[in-house]
RNA sequence: GGGGUAGUAGCUCAGUUGGUUAGAGCGCCUGCCUGUCACGCAGGAGGCCGCGGGUUCAAGUCCCGUCUAUCCCGCCA
């Protein structure tokens, strides 16, 4: 065979064998191939030198298969010097049942091996920089992300590839089957500066004029609604230029929806069933329907987040009555001035440290805390610094009130409503995390609590800015009732959104739109308050649109990458996506973004003015 | 922009109160080994202790600064 060889580059001598096609990939043979001459291709996972003989796993995206190379078999023994883990190898030969006990129960080939006669070296490789197994998952992310093809070598990467696109082609499916058509609209669109910062394009033919990398397609989607579509959807590349969290990407994929002449009632049907498809189809599991659904004022007065992990209890509880006559000035004071006092009993982390005690009042201190006041209770009695200032009544509704009991430490919070709610919500879960490191609460993965969080308020008030700001976007429909409020009372008006919650992570939202163009304008105008000139200028044609017989419509979208996150029970968006970015929003492998030349510069009306510390140029990715 | 955590061999980590020549497991290299499957056995190489400064007779260890990664706050309609 090596008489086969083709020299393709004389100057180098490099010698490119050809291809041995394979006849099987490394998961497929069992006991019943026996005796069948077969080729596998793949990267070696492991050799095992027993000096005569040797045997290789080799590895492809599928499995496992054993190799027996026995050097007796001519022009074998030649090439063991390269068969070094992660090298290329073909290899032909002879399944044969593993005899006399030698089969591997772990592996699903573990019931033959194939004795090569003929083995290709078609790449040696380097010895890789990290272990390529599970051992992988402690290594610092930098270096998988800068090696990031070998780390997606790995069975539990190719796994979570293989399942995000099982949970598209499940999605792709459904929405198919809906009567739902794809559309794509363009990612170079123009700037839209209220919302998240945005990555700008500057465009070479209109000099001094940039386009904007679309945060989501919204307004393209509402005009194909315009545009008759009825029912649209898309996999859609969103970007937002704000700093990262696990849970954020620069980049990142949203399934984008919009239908025509629905209502709320409507949409949530449909994401039920779209949810209980992809849940069934990636992991085979059957989600219950219909979904639960909470009030937002209920969401966080309960569980003090928008977004309730329910797989838990831990309440807050409200303590209002109990301490409005309070002689501790704290509490009643925050009443007095219309707020609230909430508490939360953390069953069983009586125990808890100095350092966790402090932790988490650092944390309640970053949402806004003075302090994080706690009683807690052991061998009956209450251990608290504040408790000399409670009566007898107080500590008797209290324990009533929260059940409170030998083992447990109860937190409060008083402030304005929300405020407190956030802060015991944090706590809440902080405090969950505690117990499960104790093992004394348990947190099902496998468990799923769908949730809709409906009836957000549709404006905050921006104390910085001295305005109305939409708390979703500006083209959500406010719930009819509240319609007459928007004039009188704009906060008390609620929305027609909705956000689907899953496990304390908002998987999506949407709402039912504005379509009618006298009440977008409204709200653009007369609530928010934007000048007549700057809506013309944004939105003119969007209210021109709605002109010409715009469809009562409304749309969601989910975030697909927290979806396979939850789906492959991941901690990270970064793990189930395959080039991510670090939290400089750099792509190590590549050392992505990069330096311009002056020549593109100029080219795009572009000057490019660093920062002083920077002077001497940009920040190098790390990895160089 | 702010706060927390981490940075010691290719990888994961240990390193006591500041005290001799900085260790382990895995990986790598060499040799031995024909039924292993995370093969085994013997030997070996491999360190700017992130970087800079300070305290000290003496710093991986203490102090200050800085860089990098990560988590969080701000931000993300």
């Not at 006849?23 to 027993?50: E, N, P």
Request: proline letters at 5%; one cysteine or more; charged letters at 25%.
């Amino acid at each position: 065979m090596s008489t086969n060889f083709v020299l393709v580059s004389k100057g180098q001598g490099v010698l490119i064998p050809p291809l041995m096609k394979r006849t099987h990939h490394c998961s497929q043979l069992r006991a019943s191939d026996k005796g069948s001459i077969v080729t596998l291709s793949g990267w070696v996972d492991s050799v095992r030198d027993h000096g005569g003989i040797l045997f290789v796993d080799l590895r492809d995206r599928e499995g496992r298969t054993q190799i027996v190379l026995d050097p007796s078999n001519p022009g074998l023994e030649s090439k063991f010097g390269s068969i070094k883990p992660e090298s290329v190898i073909s290899v032909s030969g002879r399944v044969d049942e593993r005899f006399g006990g030698t089969a591997n129960s772990k592996l699903a080939t573990g019931e033959i091996e194939v004795h090569a006669t003929e083995l290709r070296i078609l790449n040696v490789s380097k010895t890789p920089p990290f272990p390529m197994d599970d051992s992988a998952d402690k290594v610092g992310e930098d270096l998988r992300m800068t090696y990031r093809y070998l780390d997606l070598r790995r069975a539990a990467n190719t796994r979570m590839l293989r399942m995000r696109h099982k949970t598209s082609k499940a999605i792709r499916d459904f929405m198919d089957a809906q009567d739902f058509i794809e559309v794509e609209t363009p990612i170079l669109f123009k700037s839209t500066p209220e919302g998240a910062r945005e990555f700008l394009v500057p465009s070479r033919m209109n000099p001094g004029a940039f386009y904007a990398l679309p945060q989501s397609p919204q307004q393209y989607k509402q005009m194909l609604m315009v545009g008759g579509v009825e029912r649209y959807y898309q996999l859609a590349r969103c970007f937002r230029d704000e700093d990262l969290r696990a849970d954020r990407q620069p980049e990142f994929t949203q399934l984008d929806i919009e239908l025509s002449f629905i209502d709320r009632e409507d949409m949530y049907e449909l994401i039920e069933g779209l949810m209980r498809q992809v849940w069934k189809e990636v992991i085979g599991v059957d989600i219950e329907t219909p979904f639960l659904r909470m009030s937002y004022f209920e969401a966080m007065n309960r569980f003090g987040v928008d977004k309730p992990d329910l797989r838990f209890e831990m309440e807050l509880q409200d303590c209002n009555e109990i301490f409005a006559q309070s002689g501790f000035k704290v509490f009643s004071g925050a009443i007095e001035s219309g707020g609230s006092v909430k508490a939360i009993n953390a069953k069983g982390l009586g125990d808890i440290t100095q350092g966790e005690l402090r932790s988490l009042e650092d944390a309640a201190k970053s949402l806004g805390a003075k302090g994080l006041a706690f009683i807690k209770c052991q061998d009956g009695e209450w251990k608290s610094p504040i408790i000399k200032f409670f009566s007898e009544a107080e500590k008797a509704a209290l324990k009533n009130a929260l059940d409170i009991e030998d083992g447990d430490i109860v937190f409060f919070a008083a402030t304005e409503w929300e405020r407190a709610c956030t802060i015991l919500g944090r706590v809440r879960l902080e405090a969950a995390q505690l117990l499960v490191k104790r093992g004394t609460l348990t947190i099902n993965p496998n468990e799923y609590k769908f949730l809709w969080v409906i009836e957000f308020p549709l404006m905050l008030f921006d104390e910085d800015a001295q305005r109305f700001v939409a708390s979703h976007h500006p083209f959500t429909a406010p719930v009819p009732e509240d319609v007459d409020l928007l004039d009188s009372d704009p906060k008390a008006v609620r929305g027609q959104h909705y956000d689907l919650v899953l496990n304390g992570v908002e998987l999506g939202g949407g709402s039912i739109r504005i379509h009618q163009p006298a009440l977008q304008k409204k709200v653009f105008e007369d609530v928010l308050k934007i000048p007549a000139d700057v809506v013309e200028s944004r939105f003119g044609y969007m209210l021109k649109a709605f002109e010409y017989g715009a469809p009562p419509h409304g749309g969601i979208a989910f975030g697909l990458d927290r979806m396979v996150t939850i789906l492959t029970q991941r901690s990270s968006i970064r793990d189930v996506i395959a080039f991510p970015k670090n939290q400089k929003g750099q792509e190590m492998m590549t050392s992505s973004p990069g330096i311009a030349t002056e020549q593109q510069l100029r080219d795009l009306h572009v000057k490019s003015v660093l920062p002083k510390k920077d002077a001497q140029g940009p920040n190098k990715p790390a990895g160089d």
